[in-house]
């Protein structure tokens, strides 16, 4: 059974900066290109960032390239999200799952609905 849990999210003003995390079993994390993905209210998901086989991320959403990066620790089942400099559109819950470098969901995530349940982020203006 795969299971996969983030944390981190909170209340943060524009500008601050947070760090999520994404641990999981059932998976092994190294044997996918990993990455996050986040949900506004009213919007569909959207691909935030691919972290490549170096171990940080490679593959980035125009929004967030400069500003978020993506890290993983080869071995220890966990990715993070470090974001700096958010902004108000950042607002939404994040969730970490098997991506593609067009920052698709991969590992038929979507079909076996293995979607953990978010971090919720708040970027105050």
């Known amino acids: 059974q795969v299971q996969v849990m983030e944390s981190g999210g909170g209340l943060v003003q524009a500008g601050g900066s947070l760090r999520l995390s994404c641990t999981g079993f059932?998976?092994?994390?190294?044997?996918?290109?990993m990455g996050w993905f986040r949900q506004a209210p009213g919007k569909e998901r959207e691909g935030v960032l691919c972290?490549?086989?170096?171990?940080?991320?490679?593959y980035y959403s125009p929004s967030v390239k400069g500003r978020f990066t993506g890290y993983r620790e080869k071995g220890k089942n966990m990715v993070t999200l470090q974001m700096n400099s958010l902004k108000p559109e950042d607002t939404g819950m994040y969730f970490c799952?098997?991506?593609?470098?067009?920052?698709?969901?991969?590992?038929?995530?979507?079909?076996?609905?293995?979607w953990g349940p978010g971090t919720q982020v708040t970027v105050s203006s």
């Open positions: 059932g998976l092994t994390f190294d044997d996918y290109l």
């Open positions: 799952a098997p991506c593609t470098p067009r920052l698709r969901v991969g590992a038929n995530w979507d079909r076996n609905n293995y």
């Open positions: 972290i490549g086989w170096s171990g940080t991320s490679e």
